[in-house]
T-cell receptor
């Protein structure tokens, strides 16, 4: 099973609405990254969170990492069609050998 | 900043042929390279980890004889899809950890869209 679970799997919102995407790990994470992508295209780096309780913002996107460093949320305020895409969280695999893995992904569609 | 150059960006090949995808690290040395595959409407799945000078480590379910990975130097890692079949059609992307990366601690290639006909 995927070690980084994202929810929801897909999301359709009306333009202007707020939304939240979650990324959960069963183990403590060393760092949590958020990306945006469209299938078949490269990744757009959004934010990196490393400290428990950390929160970062970029334009209308805010990401938080909980105190236990096992869950992160990505919040988009006043969504726009340009926010549409696949949102992925990424992290160093929390157990075993060194690997970098991605969450299950969240497909976002914003209706104009 | 550190950049990973991935080529080709798109490739169409006939069933049964082999395709090589290259990832070159520019301005830094990539001792490790992660290779991912993405199917439509799915996330990026780690296929294998290559380390310069040693054999690649493959994830469970990934055929190492079909997906040949070579990390010949500190700046070049290649993925060869051998005897490609239509089900191998996918988006492949590489990533290298680097403290100089513009994307946090990792730098990604721009990806390769493979279509097998």
């Amino acid at each position: 099973s995927q070690e980084l679970e994202q929810s929801p799997q897909s999301l359709i919102v009306q333009e202007g609405k707020n939304l939240t995407i979650n990324c959960t790990s069963s183990k403590t994470l060393y760092g949590l990254y958020w990306y945006k992508q469209k299938y078949g295209e490269g990744l757009i780096f959004l934010m990196m969170l490393q400290k428990g309780g950390e929160e970062k913002s970029h334009e209308k996107i805010t990401a938080k990492l909980d105190e236990k460093k096992q869950q992160s949320s990505l919040h988009i305020t006043a969504s726009q069609p340009s926010h549409a895409g696949i949102y992925l969280c990424g992290a160093d695999k929390p157990t075993g050998t060194y690997k970098y893995i991605f969450g299950t992904g969240t497909r976002l569609k914003v209706l104009a | 900043g550190a950049v990973v150059s991935q080529h080709p960006s798109r490739v169409i090949c006939k069933s049964g042929t082999s395709v090589k995808i290259e990832c070159r690290s520019l301005d830094f040395q990539a001792t490790t390279m992660f290779w991912y595959r993405q199917f439509p409407k799915q996330s990026l799945m780690l296929m294998a980890t290559s380390n310069e000078g040693s054999k690649a480590t493959y994830e469970q379910g990934v055929e190492k004889d079909k997906f040949l990975i070579n990390h010949a130097s500190l700046t070049l890692s290649t993925l060869t899809v051998t005897s490609a079949h239509p089900e191998d059609s996918s988006f492949y992307i590489c990533s290298a950890p680097t403290s100089q990366g513009p994307q946090g601690g990792y730098t990604f290639g721009s990806g390769t869209r493979l279509t097998v006909v």
